[in-house]
Structure formats: C-alpha cells, structure tokens
C-alpha cells in the first residue's frame, strides 16, 4: 500500500520535536492535507497533542509492546493522505545500550524518511558535524532532512548556508521561539492537552508560522518517495457481546487509543464514567478498566467521591473482571499521603505517595505466579512502568524482568478476576490477555444472567 510518510526525530529529548510536529501537522491541515499520526514508545500524553490537532486518534508505534508486525499493521490501517510520524528521545536511544525500540529502529520497519529537529543553540558549524554523524552513524539510518528549532528569520539563512554547505541533508526551514505557544510540564512530562489553556489558539498560531518558516512541499516530496507498506495481520472478529466500564476524565486519561479500538472490534461496548464526577462504575457494566493518569492532582475529590469508591468496593465484592493500572491501582490502596492522608478505596493494603524522582521505570516482561485474569503461570506479559508515585505494598504476584538487563522486581496483585498494579499494558499488543479479559467478562454477564 502506498503509505506517503515521514519520521520526525532528533538528537535528543528537549530538541522540540512535539511542538515542531504539532506545527507541520496544523500547517497541513491548513494546507487542506489529510494528515494521520503516529508516536513512537509507549507515551500517552504527545498523543493526545496529535489527536487535539486533527481530531483523530492517534496511534503509539512500539516493537516492544507490539512487535514490528503490528505497528506496520496500525500504520497501514490509520494510514490518510499523509502520515506524521513523532520520534521518542534521542535518535538511536533505545533499550539498554542498544537501539532497540528506539526512533531509528522503527524508522527501519516502517521504511520512513526522517527528518531531524534540531536546536542550536551554542552551535554554528558544530550542528552540522552533529547532525552528520547522527546520518551516519548507521549505513541505514534513513536521515534525509532537518529542520531547525527555535532559531530567528535572521540567523536562518546562515544556518541554511552551513548545512547546504557541510552535509548532504535536505534543509526544511525552521521553527521560531514561540514563548506563547510554550507548554507546560510536570513529573510525567508535558501538561495533557485538555489542561493547557487556549490549546486551540497555540495550534493555530504554531500552524501558522509552520506555513511560512517550513517547507511543507519539501516534506510532502519526500513522504511520497517512502516504499509502499503492508502488512499480513489478518481481520478481528468479534469475541463476545460484553461491557466495559472505563474512567476517563483529567485524573484517568492514559488509555491506548488502539487497545480500545481493539476491544471494541472484538464485541466489547465501552460504558465511560467519570470517577472526578463522583459517578458509580454502570450497573450493565461487565467489567472494569481503570487506567493511569493524574489522580495525585485531585485527591481531595476522589477521597471525598464516596459514590465512586463504594462502587469500586462493590465491583470487586462482585468480582467483577478488573484491569487497574498505575493511577487506577493508586485509588484501590488504603491512603494518599500528601499534604494529609487521603483515603481512598481500601482494596489493598497501605498507603501511596509523590516522590521527587522516577521509581520503577521502563519495559518489562511480566511473568505471574499462577494462573490469572491475563496470565496463565510460566506465560509473559509485556508492559511498562513510568511513575514516580510509591506505594508502601506495591504487590508481589507479578515478577517484571527488564528487557536486556539482570534487574527486575515483584510487584502487582493478580487474581482469577483482576489485574492491579503500576506495570501499564497494550492490549492490543497482547491480544491473548485481551481474549482472556473478555472471556472472562462474558462469564461474569453468564452469571448474572442465571441469577435469580
């Protein structure tokens, strides 16, 4: 299929690589492109960027949590007139020492063209020798363009003269400082979309400017010369009749787009609640996803929503099939120390609190004890840890292995109808656990049906 597309990378994280997409992806759809997006790694709140500006979802591109056949098989099936394609860290940065699941590995399944963002400042002839040994670090690496970050209309055409000069790189134009479209960050990375104040006027003023710093025909060119793309996973058919309730509001946002496009593919009816508005999980509801997110920025709220935490009380009274991940698994503890002890659910023992750094972090390959609501024992389940949340008892069902690496540890709680703890998953990557949640979740319909 032919796919025109290209890759947006650079040297390293903090270079603007979301802004600078942000900007080409707004200056197309002024352009009157239909333009599709993609983010590599596992990040939840860049998307929601991408969505904010095209109204479409957007799809995570990860070889660890999918594999390279399903992110071929995502870029196809999500595929327009245009795909943007948003790296992660630095180029070549993947896990470990290696560049496995990095931006330049998926550069290679995908066959993109990519395209550098760099910031220079502090640099003249030095970006250039920078960015030529990014080009040729690898005989593959697929580097074709560069655009530059935060530079002024005056120093452009100096900038440009160096690298026309010095290296072999297409020149794309460049993206001035922009103070007011800046966005702000926390713990987690960058503030989500939904919180940032004037989203639409920023997307409009950084599509805009895209339109007369950067050469959105250079990059039109060099998305169609991309080789066609395809791929051989076959059609979802549909599992069960079921219902899933998830929370979805400004404490519980990180969901994968993809995971629930899955679900529901295979015949799951997501039933959406907000536990910020004190709602209950719905009564026809079969079971229950409780996602990552904020909820350590609205404590007070959820501590008090004691319709929300008696029906959470109640779900699991029931047994009804739970996923609880990161933020999801926070509310279910006992207490939230802040600035006071919150309480909250009381599902599992202890308390949770705010560090000041990350704890556990990165892929893992979890393994469990026993069978479980995902796992059956000896099976692996790939996911990713990202918080810097501690909880006082953060489970032990659960062993996760990092990839490439001799460390790893116990943690989550699993049972025959729950799946709680830090570790987020991809359903979609991991279609065997995502039968089995349903499966189970038809169960639990079967029985209510049978009930008196």
Known sequence: MKCPRVLIAAPGSGSGKTTVTMAILSALK???????SFKIGPDYIDPMFHKNILHLPCSNLDSFLLGEERCKHLLVKNSREFQVIEGVMGYYDGIGTSSDSSTYEMAKITESPVILVMSLKGMALSAAAIATGLQNFKQDSGIQGIIFNGI??????????IFETHTSLKVLGYLPKMEDCEIGSRHLGLITAEEVNEIEDIIKRL??????????DGILDMGKEAPSISSTLGETKELANVNLAIGKDLAFSFYYDDTLQYLEKLGVRLLPFSP???ERIPEDAHGLYLGGGYPENYMEELSNNYIFLDSIRRAFQK?????????????????FKGEREYPL???????????????????????????SLLLKAGENLHAHEFHYSKSEFPGDFFYGQKPKSKRGWATGYGSKHYYVGYPHLHLFGNPKAAKRFIMKMKEYKEELWQKP
């Open 30 to 36: 002024f352009k009157g492109v239909h333009c599709a």
């Open 152 to 161: 002024t209309d005056m120093m452009y055409p100096y900038y440009k003269s």
């Open 207 to 216: 599509g805009e400017m895209a339109l007369k710093t950067i050469d959105l």
């Open 276 to 278: 910020l508005k004190n």
């Open 319 to 335: 047994k009804l099939p739970i996923i609880a991940e990161c933020g999801g698994f926070m509310v279910l503890q006992e207490f």
């Open 345 to 371: 659910a009381g599902i599992f023992p202890g308390s949770c609190e705010m560090t000041s750094r990350l704890q556990n972090f990165g892929y893992l390959s979890l393994s469990a004890k026993e069978d």
